[in-house]
């Protein structure tokens, strides 16, 4: 089997993905098994720490397209090949969802040390967009502007 093949590295890309989402969950699983009976309610100056994952969500996803192309055109170079396009999308990839992750991790804290479950929902919401970003063949066709004969590779 061979290592380089641009469907192997998908399906790499594939599982770096979602590990990226799964200690977020697991630790949102975590907080809301030990604060099940808490209050909701956040008062004085934890208020401000329980918007601050909704004000960052909000400045990641503005920013992360543009990171994304930033990121995708610097490590590409001129004339590239596959492999460059690849190396170059799945560099770009972990970067842009590594913000979301680390989000998604503040919005856990956020919650253990508020005791409310409002920034959990930020996760399901950041679980979304995981979905919504998951690495497809026909979005790397889309994104990275593949000819006939990279397209062929996939098969």
């Not at 956040?42 to 996803?61: T, Y």
Request: glycine share 4%.
């Amino acid at each position: 089997m061979e290592t380089n093949n641009p469907k192997n590295h998908l399906h790499s890309l594939k599982i770096i993905h979602f590990s990226l989402l799964a200690f977020p969950v697991f630790a949102s699983l975590f907080v809301l098994w030990n604060n099940m009976g808490t209050s909701s309610e956040v008062e004085g100056e934890m208020k401000f720490l329980q918007l601050a994952p909704s004000v960052l969500l909000l400045i990641v996803f503005l920013i992360s397209g543009t990171l994304f192309n930033t990121i995708y055109r610097n490590s590409v170079g001129s004339n590239p090949n596959l492999r460059k396009k690849m190396a170059a999308y799945s560099s770009a990839h972990i970067a842009k969802m590594a913000l979301y992750e680390g989000i998604a991790l503040f919005a856990v804290v956020v919650s253990y040390l508020t005791g409310s479950i409002y920034n959990l929902g930020l996760i399901v919401l950041i679980i979304f967009i995981f979905l919504k970003e998951k690495p497809s063949i026909v979005k790397l066709e889309d994104r990275l502007n593949l000819s006939p004969e990279e397209r062929e590779q996939f098969n």
